[in-house]
C-alpha cells in the first residue's frame, strides 16, 4: 500500500456510476461529487426522476459540475452497461431468483471486480431509486451484488453516501491492484448477446422449458459471466450454440419435449 500523492497508480478509476431512477436530485449532486472525489467520472443516469440542473443538485455538486452534466441519460440498463466488462448491483437486502449471483461485502467483491477494468472497458456499479431499491430484473444483469454491511435495525443508506463507500473501496482497490493478469473479458452486449444465442438453443433443445427455465438460464448466464469469458471464448460458444440449432432443425422431432425426470442433473436446482 501506498499513500503516495504523486503515484500514477493514482490516476482516474476506469469505473462507471449507474444511477437508477433517481428521484432527489440533492443525491445527484452529491454523488457527482463523490465520484470526483474518488477519481471517477463516468456516470449514467437511467430514468431519472430529479433533474441534474436543479439548483439542489447543482449545490450539492460543489466543484464536480462537469460530472453531472456530461452524465449520459438512457431508458434501459442494458444500455447503461454497454461497453462495460463487469458489473455489480449494491443493494441492502437481496430476495428471490437473484440469490445465485455472488454476493458480498465491498470488499469481498470490489477487488476481484478491478481486476476485469480497463480505460476501455470499464467496470459498472449500479444503485437504485431511493423509494423502492433496484428490482430483481435490474439485479439478474449484472455479476455480483453488493451489499454494505449496515446495522440490521437500519440498513439502508442515503443513496448518495452508499455511492461514496463503493467509490471509495473502488479507489482503495484501483490503487492496490496487481498487475494485470488475464485478457480483458468481452462486453456486456457481447456476452448478453451470446445469452439470447445459447437461450435459443436450450430451448430448442429441451434443456429450458416449464416453470424452472427463467432460474436456469439465470445460472447458466452467471456461470459464464462470472468467469469473465473473452472475446475467443464467446465465438467458441456462439459456435456451440449455433451446432444445436443445426442439429435441432435438421432432426426434428427428436431433442424436444423430455420429461422433468427424465433430463440429466441440471444447473442449478432450486427447491
Ligand atoms: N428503500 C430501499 C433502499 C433504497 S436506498 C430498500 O430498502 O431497498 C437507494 C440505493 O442505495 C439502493 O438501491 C442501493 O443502491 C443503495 N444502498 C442503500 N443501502 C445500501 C446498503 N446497505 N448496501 C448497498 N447498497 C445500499
Not at 88 to 116: C, N, S, Y
Amino acid at each position: 500500500m501506498s499513500a503516495d500523492e504523486s503515484s500514477p497508480r493514482q490516476g482516474p478509476v476506469p469505473c462507471r456510476i449507474v444511477l437508477v431512477e433517481t428521484h432527489y436530485a440533492g443525491n445527484l449532486g452529491s454523488v457527482a461529487r463523490a465520484m470526483r472525489n474518488m477519481g471517477m467520472s463516468d456516470l449514467v443516469l437511467v430514468r431519472p426522476v430529479a433533474r441534474r440542473d436543479d439548483t439542489q443538485a447543482v449545490r450539492m455538486a460543489v466543484h464536480a459540475g462537469d460530472v453531472l452534466d456530461n452524465a449520459r441519460i438512457v431508458t434501459t440498463l442494458e444500455e447503461a452497461l454497454a461497453g462495460t466488462s463487469q458489473s455489480a448491483a449494491t443493494a441492502a437486502r437481496v430476495v428471490g431468483p437473484v440469490r445465485e449471483i455472488k454476493k458480498g461485502f465491498p470488499r469481498d467483491i470490489i477487488p476481484a471486480m478491478v481486476e476485469f477494468a480497463t480505460t476501455d472497458r470499464p467496470v459498472a456499479l449500479v444503485f437504485g431509486p431511493e423509494p423502492s431499491g433496484l428490482t430483481t430484473a435490474d439485479v439478474s444483469l449484472c455479476h455480483h451484488v453488493v451489499k454494505i454491511p449496515a446495522d440490521h435495525t437500519y440498513s439502508s443508506l442515503n443513496l448518495a453516501q452508499a455511492v461514496a463507500i463503493c467509490c471509495y473501496e473502488m479507489r482503495l482497490a484501483w490503487i492496490a491492484r496487481a498487475p494485470r493478469a488475464r485478457p480483458v473479458p468481452a462486453t456486456f452486449e457481447s456476452q448478453d448477446q451470446l445469452f439470447r444465442h445459447l437461450r435459443e438453443a436450450l430451448e430448442a433443445v429441451g434443456y429450458l422449458f416449464g416453470e424452472k427455465q427463467e432460474t436456469l438460464m439465470h445460472g447458466v448466464r452467471h456461470l459464464i459471466s462470472r468467469m469473465g469469458p473473452e472475446d475467443r471464448d464467446i465465438k467458441l460458444l456462439h459456435g456451440l450454440a449455433r451446432q444445436i440449432l443445426w442439429y435441432v432443425r435438421t432432426h426434428p422431432g427428436e431433442a424436444v419435449g423430455l420429461a422433468p425426470e427424465e433430463m440429466p442433473e441440471q444447473f442449478p436446482r432450486e427447491e
